[in-house]
């Protein structure tokens, strides 16, 4: 009889630390949901009796009082974002002669990055070809404007070109589109110098960017099968999470004689008059 | 008939008071364990067989509603309940007081087991200190109470 006990005792243990063993490979999800199911009826009437009419009024308006300091709390951290944004672009204000246009950026395209919309349009004096720059550098070139937003062709899309040259002003070279978030710099020297990590700024010859506006860092050196090489450069700016960015007004004839300009140098061949052929055909 | 009915009782006893945590509690902070003087009552008055397994049964369901391992308050309260019932028989059946320090015991050797378990939870020594060598009085105290409340019950019901 007294084994009998004993057997029924280290068999029944022997099944707990069996399920101790195996609860801990496997959860038993929803086994235990099954089994928390009858929980329901009980925190329901523990939920009626405890929370008299009272007690849920003064909850639901310590709810709202709380849900509103939340919003509140939420609202301040914005400002001070958007208020140490804007005191940067205005430290950015210094750097340049020409007058200048902060702007919001109101839309994106998500998938590739390709436009921006932003919040200034002819009203405040935005024209097409106009130069977009944030805080970390280039964006890219107004290519819409509209009576109150512009679109921003940015250098993600295929048809940007921009001069560049490196920090010691001894290279020009040409900066295109290569994929979504990256450029590729040509026309390279043989006996270039620039090694991965060097940064690249416009060199100002295109006129449509001024000169000495970050552009990116050199990432990696792509060399081809003929022997020619070009550099894979990674913008400063992420297109994606830009917030404020700033535009560039030149003087008012700029924008219109400079295709009469470029027509009379007859740079047809080096590929400047297609760029702005492109832009301003 | 009976046995059944007390096991079903205590499960539905078991939902009740995991919905309800500061039961009979002390400040939300010193919880006694009701669960324990539950399984040790059914030692004390019932067989050897029914309260190992219902021990293990009752185990299983806190775990399950609990949130522990699976088995892990069956194997605890199946060794309470072992001990309980060969000791608890042995030497103690007829003096109260004895039965309060079995009581005790048991507590504190759950307790242990569930700081060793929580081991890296724990936080200063006057928080183990309460919680292993305190609460378990204030267990032994709810003991004392239901077990005289159960005697004035029997008393009130015979008298009728």
């Known amino acids: ?23 801990n490979r496997f959860t038993f999800y929803s086994f235990k949901s099954v089994l928390l199911y009858p929980l329901k009826p009980f925190n329901f009437i523990v939920d009626y009796i405890g929370f008299t009419f009272q007690d849920r009024k003064i909850f639901r308006e310590e709810m709202v009082t709380i849900f509103q ?36 950026v109101i839309g994106q395209d998500k998938l590739a990055g390709e436009f921006l919309t932003i919040d200034k349009g002819k009203v405040d004096g935005v024209e097409e070809g106009m130069p977009v720059l944030s805080l970390k550098g280039i964006v890219g070139k107004i290519v819409s404007v509209d ?47 620039l090694k991965i990590g060097d940064s690249i700024f416009t060199s100002g010859f295109g006129k449509i960017f001024p000169e000495n506006i970050p552009v990116g860092k050199i990432i990696k050196i792509e060399v081809l099968e003929d022997g020619d090489f070009f ?9 994606f999470s830009i ?14 004689n400079r295709f009469e300009r ?15 052929k492109r832009t301003f055909e | 008939m009976k046995y059944f009915l007390l096991t079903i009782l205590s499960i539905i006893f078991i939902y009740f008071i995991s919905t309800i945590p500061p039961f009979f509690s002390i400040d939300g902070v010193v919880q006694p364990d009701l669960i324990i003087i ?25 775990d399950a509603i609990l949130g522990t391992y699976l088995g892990f308050h069956s194997s605890v309260y199946l060794i309470i309940s072992y001990f309980t019932s060969r000791f608890g028989n042995l030497f103690y059946k007829e003096k109260f007081f004895n039965k309060l320090l079995l009581v005790l015991i048991s507590d504190i050797f759950y307790r242990i087991i569930l700081l060793v378990i929580n081991f890296q939870k724990s936080k200063s020594i006057i928080t183990i200190f309460v919680f292993v060598f305190i609460i378990p009085f204030y267990t032994v105290f709810l003991y004392f109470l239901f077990h005289y409340l159960k005697k004035f019950l029997k008393k009130f019901y015979v008298t009728r």
Request: some cysteine.
């Open chain 2, 38 to 62: 539950l399984v040790i009552f059914v030692c004390f008055n019932f067989n050897e067989i029914f309260s190992y397994l219902f021990s293990f049964i009752i185990g299983f369901f806190c």
């Open chain 1, 262 to 276: 470029a027509k009379k140098r007859e740079l047809t061949k080096f590929g400047w008059y297609t760029i702005y």
């Open chain 1, 69 to 104: 300091k939340n919003l509140e709390i939420n609202r301040l951290k914005f400002l001070e974002y958007e208020n140490e944004n804007l005191k940067n672009l205005l430290t950015i204000k210094n750097r340049f002669k020409e007058e200048l246009i902060f702007s919001e």
């Open chain 1, 147 to 193: 009576k109150y937003s512009s679109v921003v062709e940015t250098f993600n899309n295929s048809n940007f070109r921009v001069g560049v040259m490196d920090r010691e002003k001894e290279q020009f070279m040409l900066c295109y589109f290569y994929r979504t978030g990256f450029l590729k710099v040509e026309n390279v020297k043989y006996d270039s110098k």
């Open chain 1, 231 to 239: 550099y894979v450069v990674e913008p400063f700016e992420n297109i």
């Open chain 1, 1 to 23: 009889m007294n084994s009998r006990k004993k057997i029924f005792f280290f068999s029944l243990l022997f099944i707990s630390f069996l399920l101790m063993i195996l609860s």
């Open chain 1, 243 to 256: 917030k404020y960015v700033f535009l560039i007004k030149m003087d008012k004839d700029f924008y219109r």
